[in-house]
């Protein structure tokens, strides 16, 4: 098994006197997805949080490549190659689905400093830009104002951004929350596209997508890490089905799919 | 684009025939107007580019100002390219300097910091032996724009320092352009637009907000420099509030966001104010409350006014 | 963002809205004589910028409207004593209404700056108030004259007085501004170079008034006097927290006379006793003050002050100019030789320039009793300002 | 420096400290709970002084000055919450930025038309006037601990009403949130309008007790606004407990600098401020 691209060594994180993540310990490896499943609350868009950089961490370490990054900062972390979407669909509303992506490659460009360039004419951010496009299947709705999108497209532009910064690991907050059906399906498509290049943490309430693309699913409940494992041990754990659906109704993800999903959690919360 | 170039043209035509009409009293009032305009360009780029709302945008026109009447020596003329050099550099160098602490808070933090950090100035040269207190330092002699004794104009001459400042005033226009077109002045709009995401995609935030707030200050001083040019006096009442928000307000009723709209304002701003004075010595009470109104009625300045008089397009940009 | 095509029509807007103010008011086809009044008619200074307005018109009127054979026009602007607006406005009347003459002004930054302009640009200025050294030093230049005071002159001769007393020891305390620093500095010389020890110069940024932490200073210091300049409201203020401090009765209070000009109906009680030397005051048994008390009172209906008197020689002065040239006012040069040498029958007492135009005259020591401040002696006869730095 | 001119510095120090309280508190309230930031709160200040000074006057007396006076200011802190600052709670602060600042044009303007320009004293209550003596030059004026005493009794006030009251569970939420105010079954406009009331009302109250110490004059408002905002940055946007720490400590660098480093005592507050943002940059205390 390869070496971990990112790891969590007993991440805890405390809102005054709640815990919202208890000594969390995971690894992503790359060319493989790891799906995070838990009810609401459970921890799970803190850990990732936590993660990218947006939230400090109470204590415990993060490891990227077996280096320290525990303090540095969401940008330091971004450039090192650890991209993120939002669960709450955080784009650059004026501008163009060309410019949110092209703005997200520009990040990566050296000498920024130059201030007398043409920021549109640099080549390698265009192609970056494209190529993300491309891939999240937007380049037709490339020159439209990111706000005028409909709400799957937006979905994608927000993956879309992510790639343009040619990340390693990708941390995606519930890419599928709010979409069509077919939306959904593209978006699952592309998922296991990105699967073999990258390190994939997912957080998706969807649990045929999860199980369509998930390598590794850690359960949490709490804060705390209930189990993780392979897809397939995950299905047939008890405690999972004790702790997390409430019920033993059988398997998560078994021929039930979406009807399956587990109670109070709302669904693809839109 | 055809037609907003034929208007630039248009404007720049007319700017450039003021002095022909032969007022020396309007040929300076609009110097002074355009020296205004450049000081609000520089603040466009913080306001309406970067989304950091400064109320001590002052405070680099006040240190441009002082830069000019410290440099000066007492009894010689000082040279224009100098000391123009100097105060465009003290005004960023002390932006940078205040720009390292402010850049930490957002909102309406912000505004109250560099309010507050504005106002350290105003003490600095009003209580210390810096800046001989509350009655300023006058400058003797207008700065020699001569180069090794060639003289190309004299600033002691009205039409000259007008034409003077008109191609600042251009030049500034330009650099602004070029600032926002290169790959900086998109990464200012984008922290405009959403900063939050701007760090996530790797952008070092901060860092790109101190150089915009250094720039905007560096040509604040600028234009700081050239009304301690015009009007041969600084006092700290430069560095006042007053002066922070007066500029703002000129923003506001030009419409943020478009350079030119600082220059529109800063016409617009001078001629109520005239128009006011010549009303009633307590003009500020018309003009104090021309303000409340305009912005409980139209939020978005005296720019969105046509745009409100037009029937709305059928289609808009937002369908879902 | 804004919609390109706008920008023209905007711009346009704005300098059509320029264009439409009233241009100069009057284009005289009489030859009238151009005054620019250039004085605070608003804010703290208000009262100031009438009384010197008032004086300066009863002197013109004494010479029946007309100086010369010529009539006088005059143009006012609100100095707002904002010495931001200074340059602003002394262009206004310089350039946009061409005044031959420019009178003013109360507060020194303002004055300064007008003292600036008026040398750029060669137009006569009386200064009919405000004390800033400066004017008639570096900055001085023949087409500027003063006809009141300068701040050296009553700390001058206050220093004189102290050590008269038999004081050895002070405190100075005043705004941080050029003109109380110029009187705290001229004490202190005249204190100083007759043995006495100034302990402390203390200032606080002007206008502020809040002197609670200064006073307990200065009780700690216990010095055999305090030499304080302030004016107007914060006089008042300043002399009634000195006696509530409990300092009036240990440590006498001395100033130059407008720490008590102008103020004593605000400062009553706490005021009484207190010594000040200025160039004016109650009670100056001469024909010409009580003169022209009188004429002012029937003009305007209110007692003259030190500032009617100023407004007053600065009409007198300008009239002893343009009548030696008989209106015409182009001969600069016999025009500026006849203020330099004129000799002015003040309400004050006699009146003459210095080499730098700043009067000369007596400084008299004052009394505060009851509501007046009574002329008790001459602290310093004729007393000069040095005019140092002036190149003329 | 010996020990009664010492206490005598300490005790001014606190003065000043709890009268910035005192303005700083309804700034704080109003934008903690409102989500509005008012350039004009230290307009309110000085709109306080005044009435002191011509309601003293009418009246004789400055107990009964201050009574009006803040029944006016809770008047005026009503009508402007509802003619103009209830129609920009959702909008953005640049426009309130330009609100506020137009209305302190039209408040200093009003002053000047109708009260002029002058500075004025306002006599201190007879039986107020008195001064302790410490030593032989030394003494303490009895209105200045007067006053100290009023700005304790309305912090005091004020903790009960943040500690005991629903609209205190609010305000110590430090909640701009609607449905959690009307969660707790309080009427969000009236609440909205009273709080701005009362943030006006201590602004006015502040000015009205100063009055004497301080004599009244244009531009008292601004120089007050500016430092209030230093100490809302020193103590913590929103927080009232933590702007009655910056105040004081406010208090006591400003009398202190002007004892020690008289030549910069001007700067040392906001050199405070600068070394607070490295150190904290959300301020002494944090709301939570």
């Known amino acids: 098994m390869s070496e971990p691209l990112l790891a969590t060594r007993a991440l805890t994180k405390r809102f005054g006197g709640l815990t919202a993540n208890s000594a969390v310990s995971l690894d992503l490896r790359k060319g493989q997805v790891h799906a995070l499943l838990g009810p609401n609350g459970a921890g799970k868009s803190t850990l990732i949080n936590l993660l990218s950089g947006d939230l400090p961490v109470s204590s415990g370490r993060i490891l990227y490549r077996d280096r320290d990054i525990t303090r540095l900062g969401p940008h330091q972390r971004s450039r090192l190659g650890i991209g993120r979407s939002y669960q709450k669909t955080n784009i650059f509303g004026p501008f163009t689905a060309y410019e949110n992506c092209r703005l997200a490659a520009q990040s990566r460009q050296p000498r920024p400093w130059r201030i007398f360039s043409d920021a549109q004419a640099v080549p390698a951010v265009r192609r970056a830009a494209e190529a993300a496009l491309e891939a999240a299947g937007l380049a037709a709705v490339a020159d439209q104002p990111a706000a005028s999108l409909s709400h799957g497209a937006q979905r994608q532009l927000e993956i879309a951004m992510v790639l343009a910064t040619a990340p390693e690991v990708l941390l995606l907050d519930e890419p599928l929350a709010g979409m069509g059906a077919d939306e959904a399906h593209r978006m699952v498509e592309l998922l296991q596209k990105l699967g073999p290049d990258h390190a994939m943490l997912l957080v998706e309430h969807d649990m045929d997508a999860v199980f369509a693309v998930a390598d590794v699913i850690t359960v949490m409940v709490n804060g705390q890490v209930l189990e993780s494992g392979p897809p397939a041990q995950i299905r047939a754990s008890p405690a999972v089905r004790q702790a997390y659906l409430g019920d033993d109704d059988g398997p998560p993800g078994a021929e039930g799919g979406a009807a399956a999903r587990p109670a109070g959690s709302g669904g693809r919360s839109a | 684009m055809n037609r907003k170039r034929l208007t630039l043209a248009l404007s720049l035509l007319l700017l450039a025939a003021v002095p022909l009409a032969g007022s020396a009293y309007y040929t300076e009032l609009v110097t002074k107007v355009m020296i205004l305009a450049i000081f609000a360009m520089s603040l466009d780029l913080l306001v309406g580019y970067t989304g950091l709302v400064s109320l001590g945008h002052a405070a680099s026109y006040g240190i441009g100002a002082y830069t000019l009447a410290l440099a000066a020596p007492r009894y010689d003329p000082a040279s224009l390219w100098v000391t123009l050099a100097e105060a465009v550099l003290a005004a960023g160098l002390a932006s940078l300097a205040v720009g390292f602490f402010v850049v930490r808070v957002k909102g309406v933090y912000f505004l109250m910091v560099t309010l507050a950090f504005a106002q350290m100035f105003h003490f600095l040269f009003h209580d210390t032996d810096l800046g001989r207190g509350s009655d300023g330092i006058s400058i003797s002699f207008r700065p020699d724009a001569s180069v090794r004794g060639f003289t190309p104009f004299d600033l002691g001459n009205s039409v000259h320092a007008y034409y003077f400042v008109l191609v600042v005033l251009l030049l500034t226009y330009a650099f602004l352009r070029l600032l926002l077109r290169s790959p900086l002045g998109h990464a200012l709009r984008g922290i405009k637009s959403n900063e939050h995401r701007m760090q996530s995609l790797g952008f070092p935030v901060l860092r790109y907000k101190l150089a915009s707030f250094t720039i905007a200050g560096a040509l604040g001083g600028l234009a700081g420099y050239l009304s301690a040019a015009q009007f041969g006096f600084v006092n700290p009442e430069l560095f006042g509030w007053h002066q922070s928000g007066n500029v703002l307000l000129m923003l506001i009723l030009g419409g943020l966001g478009s350079l030119t709209g600082g220059v529109a304002g800063a016409f617009v701003f001078v001629a109520m104010q005239e128009l006011f004075q010549a009303l009633t010595i307590h003009w500020q009470l018309p003009f104090g409350l021309a303000i409340i109104l305009l912005v409980v009625f139209l939020p978005g300045g005296l720019a969105s006014l046509p745009a409100r008089l037009r029937p709305p397009r059928p289609e808009g940009p937002f369908h879902v | ?392 | 420096m010996d020990f009664y001119s010492l206490l005598i510095q300490l005790l001014n120090a606190v003065q000043y400290g709890l009268l910035l309280f005192l303005v700083a508190s309804g700034l704080t309230l109003i934008f903690g709970i409102m989500g509005i930031i008012n350039l004009a709160h230290g307009s309110f200040y000085m709109i306080g002084a005044y009435l002191a000074f011509s309601l003293a006057s009418l009246t004789g007396s400055l107990l009964w000055a201050v009574l009006l006076g803040t029944v006016l200011a809770v008047a005026l802190g009503l009508f402007l919450e509802w003619a103009l600052f209830s129609r920009f709670y959702r909008r953005e602060h640049l426009e309130q930025v330009l609100l506020t600042y137009g209305l302190i044009l039209v408040f200093e303007e009003l002053r000047s038309l109708i009260l002029g320009n002058d500075v004025h004293g306002v006599a201190v209550p007879a039986a107020l006037s008195a001064s302790i003596p410490l030593t032989d030059t030394l003494s303490y004026p009895v209105y200045r601990l007067f006053m100290s005493g009023v700005c304790l009794v309305l912090a005091g006030g004020l903790y009960l009403l943040i500690q005991r009251t629903r609209v205190g569970m609010m305000i110590r939420a430090g909640s701009s949130n609607r449905e959690m105010v009307q969660s707790l079954g309080l009427n969000i406009n009236l609440v909205y309008r009273l709080v701005f009331a009362l943030g006006v009302a201590l602004a006015a109250l502040a000015g009205m007790i100063a009055a004497p110490a301080s004599s009244v004059y244009p531009g008292m408002g601004t120089q007050v606004l500016i430092i209030c905002f230093v100490v809302v940055v020193i103590g913590g946007i929103g927080s009232v407990w933590g702007a009655l720490l910056a105040a004081l400590l406010i208090g006591l660098v400003d009398t202190f600098g002007k004892v020690f480093l008289p030549s910069i005592s001007g700067l040392l507050v906001y050199l405070l401020m600068a070394v607070i943002l490295l150190w904290r940059p959300e301020g002494l205390v944090k709301r939570t």
């Not at chain 3, 160039?279 to 009617?308: I, M, Q, T, W």
Request: proline share 5%; aromatic share 8%; hydrophobic share 40%.
């Open chain 3, 1 to 392: 963002m804004t919609r390109p095509h706008l920008t023209l029509r905007r711009i346009l807007g704005a300098a059509a809205a320029l264009l439409l103010l009233p241009a100069a008011a009057a284009r005289a086809d009489q030859p009238k004589i151009k005054v620019g009044l250039m004085l605070p008619y608003s804010g703290t200074y208000t009262s100031l910028g009438v009384n010197i307005t008032n004086g300066f018109k009863l002197a013109i009127a004494e010479h029946g409207g007309k100086l010369g054979g010529r009539e006088i026009e005059y143009f006012t602007v609100d100095d707002e004593s904002d010495p931001a607006k200074a340059p602003d406005n002394a262009n206004k009347l310089i350039k946009r209404d061409k005044v031959d003459v420019l009178v003013g002004t109360v507060h020194s930054g303002v004055a300064l700056a007008m003292a600036k302009m008026a040398k750029d640009t060669g137009t006569l200025l009386i200064v009919p108030n405000a004390g800033a050294g400066d004017i008639t030093g570096p900055l001085c230049a023949p087409n500027i004259f003063r006809t009141s005071f300068t701040m050296w002159q009553s700390g001058y001769a206050m220093g004189k007085e102290a050590l008269r007393e038999g004081k050895k020891t002070a405190v100075t305390f005043t705004w941080k501004y050029a003109a109380g620093q110029e009187s705290v500095d001229a004490f202190k010389e005249a204190f100083e170079a007759g043995g006495g020890k100034v302990l402390k110069m203390m200032a606080l940024p002007f206008p502020q008034v809040e002197f609670q932490s200064y006073l307990t200073e200065i009780a700690a210091l216990k010095p055999d006097m305090v030499y304080s300049f302030f004016s107007g409201g914060g006089a008042v203020k300043y002399v009634k927290d000195y006696a509530a401090a409990g300092l009036k009765a240990h440590i006498p209070l001395y100033g130059p006379g407008f720490l008590t000009d102008g103020t004593l109906e605000g400062q009553g009680e706490a005021a009484q006793g207190i010594l000040t030397t200025l160039h004016y005051g109650d009670g100056l048994d001469n024909p010409k003050d009580k003169a022209f008390r009188a004429a002012y009172l029937k003009a305007y209906g209110s007692e003259p002050d030190v500032f009617s008197v100023q407004g007053y020689d600065s009409g007198q002065l300008l009239a002893a100019g343009v009548e030696a040239v008989k209106g015409d006012i182009s001969r600069r040069k016999a025009l500026i030789a006849a203020m330099e040498h004129a000799k002015l029958d003040s309400p004050r007492g006699p009146l003459t320039l210095s080499r730098s135009h700043n009067p000369v005259n007596n400084i008299y020591l004052r009394k505060v009793e009851g509501k007046e401040n009574k002329v008790i002696g001459v602290a310093s006869p004729a007393l000069a300002d040095p005019g140092r730095g002036c190149k003329m």
